[in-house]
């Protein structure tokens, strides 16, 4: 392999504009750290796409990584349907460059003669996972690194079916990525096949989104809502979409309906962080809001936070909030006459086994695929015919309602979060309390949490997979004073009973995935981030609940277990 100093010396070649050419020299003469950290590896494909730091560099986000993307993606197209007219959609969000490459993207696509439908302005990622289905697309792009710092960006590529791509097709197209020579990327565009989209497509798009997330008009004239897009691209699409599903008590936390790609009013556009709703939360306590509702920069996660029992505003976690949804969703369908027992809801590997719960007192399976909403899309396109997707969603904020987009899509999620807050409030409840209703319905309360440790640069990338070798090699025995009874290993496909030594196969595919099982009933799963530098531990723990009026007691008992777990982890 060769060093990160060879590998940038082949970017001072005359294949790269002169401009790269001298912001590489300058990191020869004058940063080595920031040199190898630029060249030392490839930009992969992770959880949500490919995502990088912009600047110059293979292990960077620039006009050659993406071109190099892009020229493998329209080969491996031209290879795959290779009589037919082609067509690709690219969306972009509100980050710095991400107009510029949508473009230059659009260019290396018609360059080689494929057509390309590019909107004309930014729009969120759910909105291009519908326009590849409405349109016939054999394939959507959208550049955006999601909520990631500002200086990163991204490129999430999607299949014909409108999720973004899993194996084979991922693979296929970093071999064909790998085979290409920054002298074969063809950047000289064909305007002519390029035609921009817009107005029609947002509304189709926003009557999808109505038509899947409204079930009533009941209480939506009389729920206050505060809405943000955190700088983001949900501000051109989400309040339309409130109004023409009749909600009519919508306030934008106006400083924030801004775009911007220096997410200026916050420290992270991530509404997982509650940082990122303080403005919100800010504005709904001055106007009595019910219900606070944020958004990412591309518009695929959402935040939830509501008045708890005190009129305190609380913020729910992914975990929550998709019970509270499929849930409902599951009411709705079962009162419609839907229910056959063929249908499934989707969660991943890191969602709560709450869902398994709710899908077994509706009738209905519950299947789960690998982290990220690409594995959810998955299980819709293996069973498409045989069995019907409700919704899914995982640990992270976000959700998919029905199969119509692809990816989680917090535009048709806001609407029904907001429905069921609605309907609750007509009939003297709240979100808060839909909740606390589920777990007496199941009889078991959940609590669930997470901590990411930041790990920057190569050095964090090896200290994060050491740190998973150190857990296969060291398992704790005991987890918050209680043992360790059983170990899933994604990597190596197994299940590991520690009391009766016995071993199953895992039949998902492989990943750099740990979940540890404790005698009293807690998990707790580590993985790398597979979007960020970072490393992951995700905690779940549950206990009996009979009556809502102990729920606060249990509450507290399963957040202090909760502490504990995190001791073992915190380092
Ligand atoms: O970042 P987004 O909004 O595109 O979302 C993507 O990445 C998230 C974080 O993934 P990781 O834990 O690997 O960093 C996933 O939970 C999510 O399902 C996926 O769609
Ligand atoms: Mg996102």
Redesign the pocket.
């Known amino acids: 392999m060769s060093t990160s100093l060879e590998r940038a010396q082949l970017w001072l070649s005359d294949a790269y504009d002169a401009e790269t050419r001298i912001a590489v020299q300058a990191l020869i003469d004058t940063n080595p750290t920031e040199l190898d950290d630029s060249f030392y590896r490839d930009l992969e494909f992770?959880?949500?796409?490919m995502r990088g730091i912009m600047g110059v560099g293979t292990n960077r986000l620039n006009k050659y990584t993406l071109g190099s993307a892009t020229q493998g993606l329209a080969n491996y197209l031209h290879q795959e349907f290779p009589s037919k007219e082609k067509s690709v959609a690219i969306a972009y969000d509100v980050r710095h460059n991400s107009d510029k490459f949508a473009k230059m993207v659009a260019d290396v696509l018609t360059a080689n003669g494929i057509k390309v439908y590019l909107f004309e302005s930014f729009r969120p990622?759910p909105e291009l996972s519908f326009t590849v289905r409405h349109l016939g697309c054999d394939a959507g792009i959208v550049l955006?690194a999601?909520?990631?710092p500002p200086i990163y960006n991204g490129y999430?590529v999607y299949w014909n079916d409108g999720a973004?791509i899993v194996p084979p097709h991922d693979k296929a197209i970093i071999a064909n990525v790998g085979n290409v020579k920054v002298d074969e990327i063809k950047f000289e565009g064909n305007d002519d096949l390029i035609t921009y989209i817009g107005k029609e497509i947002d509304e189709a798009f926003i009557n999808a989104c109505v038509e899947n997330g409204s079930f009533t008009k009941e209480g939506k004239e009389d729920i206050k809502i505060v809405f943000t897009s955190i700088h983001g691209t949900a501000v051109a699409i989400t309040p339309t979409a409130f109004e023409k599903a009749g909600f009519t008590q919508v306030h934008q936390v106006p400083e924030q309906a801004i775009p911007s790609g220096d997410f200026p009013t916050v420290v992270s556009p991530n509404p997982e962080e509650p940082e990122a709703l303080t403005m919100a939360v800010d504005l709904a306590n001055a106007i009595g809001a019910d219900v606070v509702i944020g958004t990412?920069p591309?518009a695929?996660?959402v935040g939830v936070a509501t008045r708890n029992n005190d009129g305190d505003i609380v913020l729910l976690n992914g975990n929550q909030m998709n019970t509270v949804l499929a849930y409902y969703l599951l009411e709705k369908w079962q009162e419609a006459g839907k229910l056959t027992g063929k249908e499934f809801i989707g969660s991943?590997i890191?969602t709560s086994d709450i869902f398994y719960d709710i899908a077994s007192k509706f009738g209905v399976d519950c299947k789960v695929g690998l982290?990220?909403?690409?594995w959810i899309a998955d299980m819709i396109r293996t069973f498409e015919g045989k069995e019907k997707f409700i919704g899914g969603g995982?640990?992270?904020f976000?959700f998919m309602v029905g199969d119509f987009i692809r990816?989680?899509d917090s535009v048709t999620t806001a609407l029904l979060v907001s429905e069921i807050a609605a309907v609750a409030k007509a009939n003297g409840s709240s979100l808060y309390n839909k909740l606390i209703d589920i777990y007496v319905g199941i009889g078991k309360a959940y609590q669930e949490d997470l901590i990411s440790i930041v790990k920057p640069g190569k050095e964090g990338a090896e200290l994060i997979a050491n740190m998973m070798v150190d857990f296969r090699l060291n398992a704790p025995k005991e987890l918050a004073g209680s043992k360790v009874i059983r170990v899933k290993d994604f990597q190596s496909s197994i299940e590991k009973n520690l009391i009766t030594g016995e071993e199953k196969m895992i039949y998902i595919p492989k990943s750099n995935v740990l979940i540890f099982y404790t005698e009293d009933g807690s998990k707790v799963a580590c993985?790398p981030?597979?979007?960020?530098p970072?490393i992951?531990y995700y905690f779940s723990v549950s206990a009996d609940l009979q009556t809502k009026e102990n729920y606060i007691e249990v509450q507290k008992n399963l957040l202090a277990k909760i502490e504990q777990l995190k001791v073992d982890f915190n380092k």
């Open positions: 992770g959880t949500g796409g990622t955006t999601s909520h990631n999430k973004q990412d591309d695929d996660r991943t890191v982290t990220g909403f690409k995982e640990e992270s976000g990816d989680k993985r981030s597979g979007t960020e970072k992951k």
